[in-house]
T-cell receptor
Framework: GNSVTQMEGPVTLSEEAFLTINCTYTATGYPSLFWYVQYPGEGLQLLLK?????DKGSNKGFEATYRKETTSFHLEKGSVQVSDSAVYFCALDNYGQNFVFGPGTRLSVLP | ETGVTQSPTHLIKTRGQQVTLRCSSQ?????VSWYQQALGQGPQFIFQYYREEENGRGNFPPRFSGLQFPNYSSELNVNALELDDSALYLCASSLDGDSSYNEQFFGPGTRLTVL
């Protein structure tokens, strides 16, 4: 079946540090891959996505590249801000009918 | 254009009872998906409705059922509540059935507590 694995949190960084949150997946075929973010007290928001191998999704300084050879979709940001503190979810969608989310990684950025 | 709304915000039920959760999709969105998010975990897909028909289901028993109405509203019904049903229930609407290409917009969720 389809599954998503993320690095365990919480991740605590100082402002302006480099961020990587690892995500690997298991799926048949060619799923689409997503990163969602959940800010404190708010609903889930789409951060970025990639729909085919080697695609790079980017938004708000965050990037992730769809690597089929390593079944990975790691999230990166060059310089985090306090406002980036949130829970980040990696997810996949196979054929548009069954979204699978990872367990989430909590990020805390300290000033 | 309004966002996705859910009601109620919080709900407390006892084991064995039945519950109905409601969602109002963004105008024009003909697809709605429901998710269960247990504390500290990622959302788990329950089912999706497309143009009022079920269009995919996750690993949830039949006591989880849904309805979608022509006015962009939908319901999640859970019968014979169990303690493990305590969770945040999220609905998400999208423009069309293929959520790979059409962004899902999530509501704030309904927090269900089963005692």
């Amino acid at each position: 079946g389809n599954s998503v694995t993320q690095m365990e949190g919480p991740v605590t960084l100082s402002e302006e540090a480099f961020l990587t949150i690892n995500c690997t997946y298991t799926a048949t075929g060619y799923p689409s891959l997503f990163w969602y973010v959940q800010y404190p007290g708010e609903g889930l928001q789409l951060l970025l996505k990639a729909t085919k191998a080697d695609d790079k999704g980017s938004n708000k300084g965050f990037e992730a590249t769809y690597r089929k050879e390593t079944t990975s979709f790691h999230l990166e940001k060059g310089s985090v801000q306090v406002s980036d503190s949130a829970v980040y979810f990696c997810a996949l969608d196979n054929y548009g009918q069954n979204f699978v989310f990872g367990p989430g990684t909590r990020l805390s950025v300290l000033p | 254009e309004t966002g996705v709304t859910q009601s109620p915000t919080h709900l407390i039920k006892t084991r064995g009872q039945q519950v109905t959760l409601r969602c109002s999709s963004q105008s024009g969105h003909n697809t709605v998906s429901w998710y269960q998010q247990a504390l500290g975990q990622g959302p788990q897909f329950i089912f999706q409705y497309y143009r009022e028909e079920e269009n995919g289901r996750g690993n949830f028993p039949p006591r989880f059922s849904g309805l979608q109405f022509p006015n962009y509203s939908s319901e999640l019904n859970v019968n014979a509540l169990e303690l493990d049903d305590s969770a945040l229930y999220l609905c998400a609407s999208s423009l069309d059935g293929d959520s790979s290409y059409n962004e899902q917009f999530f509501g704030p969720g309904t927090r269900l507590t089963v005692l």
